[in-house]
């Protein structure tokens, strides 16, 4: 869905996102997703996002067209090729 909402923001010129991200938050064992946090936790989060680089934005759009693609290998390679600096935070576990 992240793919999918970046490279949609990017279509219609929307450049400015700022993202928030994690794999873990303290007191939540085992943490499986944003859904399990309360109000108060989620506005902690809020306050560490991070704004999406444009590279980020431009992994987003190829890796929606990946995804996206006939060829079911395509974002297997696709995962494959990125450099990961850029790489949005938990993408190849999200995907595979």
Do not use: K
Not at 36 to 43: E, R
Not at 61 to 86: K, M, N
Request: charged share 15%; glycine share 6%; net charge positive.
């Amino acid at each position: 869905m992240l793919l999918y909402l970046l490279s949609r923001l990017v279509r219609q010129g929307l450049t400015r996102q700022h993202l928030v991200s994690t794999d873990r938050f303290p007191g939540v064992d085992p943490f499986h997703g944003l859904g399990q946090l309360t109000p108060a936790d989620l506005s902690a989060l809020f306050a560490r996002r991070r704004p999406v680089t444009g590279p980020q934005l431009a992994q987003a759009v190829t890796g929606w067209q990946a995804y996206c693609s006939r060829d079911p290998q395509a974002i297997a390679s696709w995962l494959a090729t990125e450099p990961p600096p850029s790489r949005l935070c938990m993408l190849p576990s999200a995907i595979i």
